[in-house]
């Protein structure tokens, strides 16, 4: 995925009932998230920012284990902190315990023999722990570990990291590692100018080509390499580098997550202060999620879900290293879009065509530009050629005076924000003054200019000099990664320009359905349809009238009551799938079949040796769309919630939308909106338009039911959630319910 959708925050469904009852509020609003503020089930709203400034810029360094031995990698590492050191201004303490001096520098046995404060201890040891108690005494800040042979080598190795991270929590420091390398020590330019990416990898050699963008004249901030993250984590760095005045823009490639909450905190302060956060995430495979777990003893979470809750937040996904590369450059150095039309400029007609097809296939507007700007267009292009997006100037205009003056007239149109020329190949001289004019009128213009350079030589002076050369422009090399750019570009800055934080939307305080649902829940065991429907109703979520009998004379009395016709279902804690065993009979209108059913259902589970609570007669409901609203837990991000296409379409088509809570009513709807089979509920073949605030209405219910149950409730299954006719409501004509 090259860009992302994003939606918009809003504040909430209106007030209105679906249900039997009052139902409780769906969201709680106007408290912004402060330190140590928690959400209803306990968990943390504030993301910590650790104070990293000295972790970056030490003063005083202890290098633990430092060499000057030919030979030994010890050596080169000691060589490599000594250059670094007197780059940033830092001074060097060598520490091991059988040596005088190093390089020259005096050396002490241990820590505790250190004569003044130290900021970052480097730790160049096979074992770190038993230094750990010797840093804390000596109250160093920061540590470095670079051992290896931890969590990424399996269960001993992640017991091993696990004491280690207990000794750092308890000492009060902080560990970068362990598993790293010396990626935050490289030699970063100073000379360049502009918003700077700050970049984050857990594998050091991942980053390299993100690092080496400064060869191209793109400023980098910062280098965080994560490693197995005992303590440190990607999150960390995220919510430290969000408030970075010189990050434009964060590059991430993570592997796997220590924690997702973590991971959504700080994705959420970097959208409120506006800085975009783009990542590659490993593990869209099962393949590559074992091989990341491998690497970094990592959890690389459900897939599904990891996308989800990274476009709730604004994290920008893309798949490929090179990708990261153009699309945090981009977002990092582009001022703020004025517009979000984009035109497409070309010497030719057939790569302004190519160009454009793939543009609008991605979800980019390029807007037909107006008959008066097309005529002021063809003073300088010939009339044959299409000049209404995208514009062809046929090749020869490009090459004189007449180039730049359809360049600048094409930017002062105000339904354009972005103006992509692609150079599909070098041809002096034409390309040269195409390329000059390109640079000169990005320098004059706030809006974005980006060109693609298709040449695969890319040592030409059009592209070495003039196009690298202006920090205005965007370059690119291939179309595909341009569209993608652009894209996240102008989402980014939609996404925050309406940004309000769901976490200061998080319910903080119970609700009064949580007692009544909490008698209903049996630890460790599944619910019967008919107590998970209470569960359902403690909620305010409108199930059918139904009466649980166990008689046949009942039965026919609870028929009387809901009122014929009636479904009547076995109803029993072991019992999944009722239909399949033939426990469900539909449309029954006499007392005699209602009598009939009952004996059939109560014969086939003793047969099949079910045990029953008893047999539900149900209402029949109307004809609707039939949905499938859920709750599962991801062993990232907790409690989740699922919307999609219900019945057996669920299982056949596999059309769901998942959400990480909390999230408010537009993000609910921009679930609906991801279903590929949502004209279904505008109404297809003569059916009316299903009633979609309250399907809505039922998603965000369900949200606050995970919320709050998070640590009693394992899965909810609502399917069919029959959608009815617009002003009609939703009805849960069966649900499933395992508690934790």
């Not at 809003?10 to 039997?20: F, H, K, P």
């Not at 009852?21 to 106007?30: D, K, R, S, T």
């Not at 007197?86 to 820590?111: K, L």
Request: glycine residues 10%; aromatic residues 6%; proline residues 6%.
């Amino acid at each position: 995925m090259l860009g992302s959708t994003h939606g918009t925050f809003t504040t909430g469904l209106r007030a209105r009932v679906v249900a039997c009852g009052e139902a409780p509020p769906v969201v709680v609003h106007g408290v912004t998230a402060a330190p140590g503020d928690q959400d209803v089930s306990g968990r943390p709203l504030y993301a910590p920012v650790p104070d990293l400034d000295r972790f970056f810029r030490p003063e005083s360094v202890a290098v633990v284990g430092a060499s000057d031995t030919e030979g030994r990698p010890n050596t080169g590492i000691t060589r490599q902190l000594l250059a670094w050191a007197e780059r940033v201004g830092a001074r060097i303490h060598p520490v091991h315990p059988t040596r005088t001096t190093v390089f020259g520098i005096d050396c002490v046995p241990s820590v505790g023999a250190l004569t003044e404060p130290v900021d970052l201890a480097v730790l160049l040891v096979a074992d770190p722990l038993p230094v750990i108690e010797e840093l804390a005494a000596a109250k160093v800040r920061f540590a470095v570990a670079f051992a290896s042979g931890f969590a990424e080598t399996g269960e001993a190795g992640a017991a091993a990291q696990e004491r280690l991270a207990a000794a750092v929590r308890h000492s009060g420091l902080r560990l970068l590692g362990p598993n790293t390398n010396l990626n935050a020590f490289e030699r970063f330019r100073e000379d360049l100018e502009g918003p700077a990416v700050a970049l984050i990898t857990q594998s050091g050699h991942q980053g390299r080509p993100v690092f080496t963008l400064q060869e191209l004249g793109v400023r980098l901030s910062h280098w965080a390499p994560t490693g197995n993250e005992a303590d440190l984590e990607t999150s960390d760095f995220i919510s430290y580098f969000a408030g970075r005045p010189e990050v434009g823009a964060i590059a991430c490639y993570v592997e796997g997550l220590k924690d997702g909450r973590s991971f959504l905190l700080a994705a959420d302060r970097a959208a409120r202060h506006g800085v975009p956060v783009v990542a590659v995430k490993v593990g869209r495979t099962e393949t590559g999620a074992r091989t990341a777990a491998s690497h970094t003893g990592k959890l690389t979470g459900a897939d599904q879900v990891v996308d989800a809750a990274m476009r709730q937040y604004g994290v920008i996904r893309v798949d490929g290293l090179d990708q990261l590369q153009d699309t945090a450059t981009l977002l990092a150095r582009a001022r703020r879009p004025v517009a979000d039309g984009v035109v497409v400029y070309s010497i030719s007609g057939g790569t302004g065509a190519h160009f454009a097809d793939l543009a609008t296939a991605a979800g980019l507007e390029l807007p037909t530009l107006p008959q008066d700007k097309q005529d002021e267009l063809h003073q300088w292009i010939p009339e044959y050629l299409s000049v209404a997006n995208p514009v062809d100037n046929g090749g020869h205009p490009v090459g004189d005076w007449r180039g730049r003056k359809i360049i600048d007239a094409i930017l002062a149109d105000p339904s354009v924000g972005v103006l992509i020329c692609p150079i599909t190949g070098p041809f002096p001289p034409m390309s040269d003054r195409l390329a000059q004019d390109l640079a000169d009128a990005a320098e004059a213009t706030d809006k974005l200019v980006c060109v693609v350079w298709g040449s695969p030589v890319g040592t030409e002076e059009a592209y070495r000099t003039t196009l690298l050369g202006s920090s205005r422009l965007a370059t690119f090399r291939t179309f595909s990664n341009c569209i993608g750019a652009v894209k996240a570009y102008l989402d980014h800055h939609r996404f925050t320009s309406g940004y309000r934080s769901p976490f200061d939307e998080a319910p903080r305080t119970p609700s009064p359905s949580l007692r009544k649902a909490q008698a209903l829940m049996r630890p460790g065991r599944r619910l019967s349809e008919h107590a998970a429907k209470q569960l359902l109703r403690a909620y305010g979520i409108r199930v059918p009238r139904e009466q649980l009998v166990t008689s046949a004379a009942a039965a026919v009395r609870a028929a009387g009551l809901v009122g014929y016709p009636v479904v009547m279902k076995a109803s029993g804690a072991q019992l999944a799938h009722k239909t399949e065993l033939g426990l469900v009979k539909v449309g029954l209108t006499s007392a005699s079949q209602v009598r009939d059913a009952y004996r059939e259902l109560t014969d086939i589970a003793r047969f099949e040796s079910i045990d029953l609570d008893g047999i539900l007669v149900c209402q029949m409901v109307g004809r609707g769309v039939e949905m499938v609203v859920g709750v599962t837990r991801d062993e990232l991000f907790g409690p989740t919630v699922t919307v999609g296409l219900g019945g057996v379409l669920v299982e056949v088509l596999g059309d769901t939308a998942v959400r990480v809570p909390p999230f408010g009513e537009q993000e609910a709807r921009s679930m609906l909106a991801d279903l590929r089979g949502r004209a279904l509920l505008d109404g297809v073949r003569g059916a009316p338009p299903a009633d979609v605030d309250a399907l809505v209405e039922v998603v965000l219910r369900v949200q606050r039911m995970a919320l709050e149950l998070d640590g009693d409730l394992a899965e909810l299954d609502i399917n069919p959630l029959m959608v009815l006719p617009r002003g009609q409501g939703a009805v849960a004509l069966d649900a499933l319910a395992v508690c934790r």
